[in-house]
């Protein structure tokens, strides 16, 4: 606890540690190594002599997610996990099989404070944020469990990666070192809520990742009724956010759009949708809203989807009403939820 997690720490900055402990430099670099490759504990680093390891073992931590649970779709081949931390917290993760490779969709916090109304990690509260070494634990974890590479990484499992900002940043170096797990900037989404600032401050960075960010209204009205978030920065500061990211990046921002019947699936939200996209790089995801107990939001009908998607089309906005991966398994977009009862 009081120590620090080594898994968290970039080869850098490892090898100013050591070197503050008068270790040669490449010891760092087998360590890393041992962590990129998913070492549980020092002790099993063969390539140290065994004093350094006990050294270590007495210096840090290393974080891990140990599998508590996992559940397979018997449609498709999703995985979900439920992943154990060290302090006797769960988070879950989601594999998916694409033609392209393996996508795993991770959580950044163990719940969340947003607060959305129709969402299951909303409803379950926040804990805490989960540090770098955690959300890199849930990648090597499913990738050995799987022993598949991952390829793939969607920042969109439990809690909102922009509220844990710090750890975020710090993971997607760790998970791109070329050293480390080295996976492709451009093969990691995060996707928000919408903090504006933060949007800012990434789209600063100039990275190569894809930003998504779950919209889910045209406007004000119906946004801050299922949004919490939405009260602070309204959709239109939120959408120039969003236009800056591109610009900056070059990158086209994707949008989710949960579609929930009778409350924002009408002709008339698309047109408006449409509006206000005019002339940005985006691609709206339709996905029709999950059933999540207790939140009274039912999935809009097929011809509806199709409406929308059709809509969006006519007025040049690309858009695709998403697949739904893992349905048997509860899988699906915003329906993580921590499970204390799970052994
Ligand atoms: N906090 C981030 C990422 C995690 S939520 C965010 O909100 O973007 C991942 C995605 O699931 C978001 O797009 C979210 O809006 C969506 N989502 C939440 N509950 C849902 C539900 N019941 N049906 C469909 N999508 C949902
Ligand atoms: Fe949090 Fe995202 Fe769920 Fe909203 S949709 S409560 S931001 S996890």
Not at 218 to 236: E, F, L
Request: proline share 3%; net charge positive.
């Amino acid at each position: 606890m009081g120590k620090t997690d080594i898994k968290s720490l970039t080869l850098g900055e490892i090898g100013a540690q050591f070197a503050g402990m008068g270790l040669p430099r490449f010891r760092a670099g087998q360590v890393f190594r041992w962590l990129s490759r998913g070492a549980g504990s020092f002790e099993g680093m063969s390539d140290l002599p065994l004093p350094l390891r006990q050294q270590l073992d007495g210096e840090y931590r290393i974080t891990s997610a140990v599998v508590a649970r996992k559940q397979v779709s018997k449609l498709d081949g999703t995985v979900k996990y439920l992943f154990r931390l060290w302090d006797g917290e769960y988070v879950e993760s989601v594999l998916m099989r694409y033609r392209y490779g393996l996508s795993l969709c991770v959580s950044t916090q163990v719940g969340c404070k947003m607060g959305c109304g129709f969402c299951a990690t909303g409803k379950s509260g926040f804990l805490r944020d989960l540090l770098a070494g955690e959300i890199l634990s849930q990648v090597q974890s499913a990738s050995i469990d799987s022993g598949e590479r991952i390829s793939h990484i969607v920042l969109m499992g439990m809690g909102e990666p922009l509220d844990n900002y710090e750890n975020v940043l710090r993971f997607l170096e760790l998970a791109t070192c070329k050293e480390g797990i080295n996976i492709g900037m451009r093969s990691i989404s995060l996707s928000t809520c919408g903090i504006v600032d933060k949007i800012y401050d990434l789209a600063g960075k100039r990275l190569q990742l894809t930003l998504s960010v779950s919209l889910h209204a045209p406007n004000d009205a119906i946004r801050s009724r299922t949004m919490p978030i939405n009260r602070k920065w309204g959709v239109d500061e939120l959408l120039k956010a969003c236009r800056y990211y591109a610009r900056e990046t070059g990158r086209r921002v994707s949008f989710e759009y949960a579609l929930i019947a009778g409350v924002n699936d009408s002709v008339q939200c698309a047109q408006e949708l449409a509006g206000k996209l005019r002339g940005m790089p985006a691609h709206v995801n339709l996905i029709p809203v999950n059933d999540v107990t207790g939140t009274g939001y039912r999935k809009s009908g097929v011809p509806q989807q199709k409406r929308f998607a059709a809509v969006l089309e006519g007025k040049g906005i690309a858009a695709t009403v998403r697949r739904t991966l893992g349905a048997d398994i509860d899988a699906s977009c915003g329906q993580l939820r921590r499970r204390q009862e799970a052994t």
